[in-house]
T-cell receptor, first 111, second 116 residues
Framework: EDQVTQSPEALRLQEGESSSLNCSYT??????LFWYRQDPGKGPEFLFT???AGEEKEKERLKATLTKKESFLHITAPKPEDSATYLC????????????FGEGTQLTVNP | DARVTQTPRHKVTEMGQEVTMRCQPI?????VFWYRQTMMQGLELLAY????????DSGMPKDRFSAEMPDATLATLKIQPSEPRDSAVYFC??????????????FGPGTRLLVL
């Protein structure tokens, strides 16, 4: 069964303390991997798309990377406004436009 | 500012009642998705449409759930009869024709459903 696993489930950082979130997936015809951010009481918001191993995307303090088995979301010098749940989603070659989401990592950045 | 809109934002109902949720996708987006989010299961795809035609509804309980797109500006998700286990946040998302296959989806604010 195609699966997407995120770790850790929750992460607490001090402002300025850099860290990484992980998303691993079963290897079976990945078309693309996507990162979304979700704030409490809101719908997920698209952040990045990654298609091939070695690819990297950056936006402000966030950088997403992709290998053949996992993706990392690196957060450099985070600020309290980066606090949110970060969701990873995978699109398989055989699944059309369907996305399979991971459980998410709940990030809290303390001032 | 183009957004996906959903109504109602909150719904409390009793078991056995019919629930209808509505979604207006972003103008020009031809792919519409319905998701359900719970603490236990996370975010799950229920169904999605392209050009108003259902493409995949494998995630939807067929006996009580139905999804339709009466026109390009309206998608509906109905539950009849509702059960307490249907309590969740239901999200609608839409995607531009060029970006749909690329996983870039725009989510609405969700309908928070509580079935007593």
């Amino acid at each position: 069964e195609d699966q997407v696993t995120q770790s850790p489930e929750a992460l607490r950082l001090q402002e300025g303390e850099s860290s990484s979130l992980n998303c691993s997936y079963t290897v079976s015809g990945l078309r693309g991997l996507f990162w979304y951010r979700q704030d409490p009481g809101k719908g997920p918001e698209f952040l990045f798309t990654l298609y091939s191993a070695g690819e990297e995307k950056e936006k402000e303090r966030l950088k997403a990377t992709l290998t053949k088995k996992e993706s990392f979301l690196h957060i450099t010098a985070p600020k309290p406004e980066d606090s949110a749940t970060y969701l990873c989603a995978v699109q398989w070659e055989t699944s059309g436009s369907r996305l399979t989401f991971g459980e998410g990592t709940q990030l809290t950045v303390n001032p | 500012d183009a957004r996906v809109t959903q109504t109602p934002r909150h719904k409390v109902t009793e078991m056995g009642q019919e629930v209808t949720m509505r979604c207006q996708p972003i103008l020009g987006h031809n792919t519409v998705f319905w998701y359900r989010q719970t603490m236990m299961q996370g975010l799950e795809l229920l169904a999605y449409f392209r050009n108003r035609a259902p493409l995949d509804d494998s995630g939807m309980p067929k006996d009580r759930f139905s999804a339709e797109m009466p026109d390009a500006t309206l998608a509906t998700l109905k539950i009849q009869p509702s059960e307490p286990r249907d309590s969740a946040v239901y999200f609608c998302a839409s995607a531009h024709p060029r970006l749909a296959a690329q996983g870039t989806q725009y989510f609405g604010p969700g309908t928070r459903l509580l079935v007593l």
